[in-house]
């Protein structure tokens, strides 16, 4: 075959290789892998922001603690030190209760989604990179405001004018719209990914696969038609196939001939003679298949339309001395991430066709399914008998998008929750700076709506600017990830609409239940205190 290229390949690369036929293991995708570190890496960056929000937002009530140090000799320099021993200490800390809670959860079901263990016991390597990002990020995120606390004129902090100081507000507001934008663009992905999934479950895949049952009998069984017969005497079973296969794989067998002077590559899928007509697949050229033809010492072929339309395929070619019988209509044999190509269905009495297809009535599932299972134990003792629906099998080729999908949920959910921290942080920060300013408005006649609708307005601004920022992005990198499906959904426009509202909800919410206890106080309590 001189399309395949044949290559050495390095045992732990053959996981991730992409471009290899026969593969037995699962492979996986560096873009998927990368793609999930990277979104870890923002989650842990929106903590960060959070840290130096918080931090920067006591530097005021800390000032005069960190004068006095001054006064009695401490440097800069020690003084800086202590924040940021301070801060890694805190880190080590979540460090050790997200090894806690990694730990349970690699107990409960969210431990499906990966296929490796995510217990801490079992992997050494996982505490010793936590431990470094734990002190990666305890260092980072003190830095600045270690810096930042030391290094402005005392005067400036003590008359309490930093926390609304013209460069304390645009610090602010830069690292809330960090999260903002970080936190809509993961909710555009997570939605378009799931969109995706429903849509590729949904489609139409060319063939029947409601109620139908499948398993597989052992290699060496030969009493298909006793089996048949048996399993038809029971009225809620309405038809019986046999396949080489499933209908739906990744990768099949393929023949790779010369043929009309060219070299022709096709897809190759032993049937039994009634498998078209069980499943649906109309004739388009030709015939269909009979059960005389497992009697041929050849077999014969029916081709897909695509290699009609690609390579001129006809009925009565003879291809390796076996006759095209008719040509059927295109079914996606593949998942969706690929086109449709040429496929042979081939019926032979030679082939050995261990994948059995059961059409039942929709009445007492649990009762045919036991049924099935007892006759085949009776007749073939050695087969597995374990009995699914061929749409169940179908749904786990796209395991590792469901994975993928339910993981940015979780990523999504986490960091519209740690923004949403920042933003109750920053609104505590900004209605303790302003009481006396919302004591004068309320004196001077503004109501409790007009003070929370003060607040809101505000960050209302920076989610809107944000989701201006957050929507390419978001729609860029879905539209990259679907590229890997030669059938896809559009990028709906109310995912972007969903991302955006959210988000704005869950941020009023926050903004209104934080600020109505500071907009309700007396004035006069307020005016007098500050």
């Known amino acids: 075959d001189e399309t395949l290229k044949l290559r050495f390949t ?10 290899m036929v026969y593969v037995s293991q699962q492979t996986a995708s560096y873009a998927t892998v990368y793609s999930l570190l990277t979104i870890a890496v923002l989650i842990i960056l929106i903590a960060m922001v959070n840290f ?45 209760l ?29 505490i010793f990179y936590g431990t470094l990002a734990a002190f990666g990020a305890g260092i980072v995120a003190a830095l600045y405001p270690a810096f930042y606390s030391t290094s402005f004129p005392p005067i400036f902090a003590l008359n309490g004018s930093f926390g609304l100081s013209r460069k304390g507000k645009i610090l602010r507001t830069v690292l809330i719209s960090f999260q903002y934008v970080v936190s809509i663009a993961l909710i555009i992905i997570s939605l378009s990914i799931g969109e995706q999934n429903r849509y590729i479950r949904n489609f139409d895949m060319g063939f029947e696969r409601d109620n139908i049952l499948t398993t597989r009998l052992s290699f060496q069984f030969d009493r298909q038609d006793a089996l048949v017969e048996k399993l038809k005497s029971n009225p809620d079973i309405l038809d019986v196939t046999f396949a080489w ?39 388009r050229e030709g015939r269909n298949f009979s059960d005389s033809d497992k009697k041929h010492p050849n077999g014969h072929f029916i081709f897909n ?16 001395d076996i006759e095209v019988i008719g040509i059927a209509e295109n079914v996606h044999y593949q998942p969706l991430q690929y086109t449709v190509s040429p496929l042979v269905y081939y019926v032979s009495g030679n082939m050995k066709l261990t994948h059995m297809f059961v059409k039942v009535r929709t ?66 920060f ?8 919302i004591g004068l408005r309320k ?88």
């Open 430 to 437: 900004e209605t303790q700076f302003r009481r006396k300013e």
């Open 245 to 283: 296969a499933q209908p739906v794989l990744e990768s099949r067998p393929y023949w790779s001939i010369d043929y009309k002077g060219e070299n022709f590559r096709f897809d190759w899928y032993p049937v039994a003679p009634n498998f078209l007509s069980f499943m649906g697949i109309p004739i």
């Open 98 to 126: 997200a090894l806690l809670l990694t730990r349970y959860l690699s107990t409960t079901r969210v431990a499906s989604l990966v296929d490796a263990s995510i217990d801490p016991i079992s992997n050494h390597q996982l």
């Open 10 to 19: 390095a045992l732990p690369k053959i996981h991730f290789a992409r471009d």
């Open 363 to 428: 009445t007492d599932i649990p009762g045919i399914s036991a049924f099935i299972r007892e006759t085949i134990r009776s007749f073939d003792p050695d087969a597995d008998a374990d009995i699914r629906f061929l749409d169940e099998n179908i749904g786990a080729l796209y395991q590792k998008e469901d994975r993928l999908a339910a993981m940015l949920t979780l990523f999504s959910l986490l960091s519209v929750g740690i923004s949403i921290v920042g933003v109750f942080g920053l609104i505590l």
């Open 305 to 320: 339309r695509t290699a009609q339309l690609q390579r001129n395929v006809s009925v009565g070619d003879r291809i390796s």
């Open 443 to 530: 004196v001077y006649g503004a109501t409790i709506g007009e003070i929370l609708r003060m607040f809101n307005k505000r960050y209302m601004r920076i989610v809107l600017a944000c989701s201006v920022v957050a929507t390419p992005i978001g729609w860029y990198v879905v539209d990259r990830w679907l590229e890997s499906f030669a059938y896809r959904t559009p990028v709906r426009w109310w995912i972007f609409a969903v991302a955006v509202g959210s988000v704005a909800l869950v941020t009023i919410l926050t903004i209104t239940l934080q600020s109505y206890r500071t907009a309700a106080e007396n004035p006069v309590k307020s005016i007098k205190t500050e």
């Open 52 to 96: 130096v929000n918080f931090t920067v937002s006591r530097i005021p009530s800390r000032i005069r603690y960190i004068n006095t140090r001054k006064i009695l000799g401490e440097t800069n320099a020690r003084l800086r030190l202590r924040s940021v021993a301070e801060s890694v200490a805190l880190s080590l800390i979540s460090l050790f």
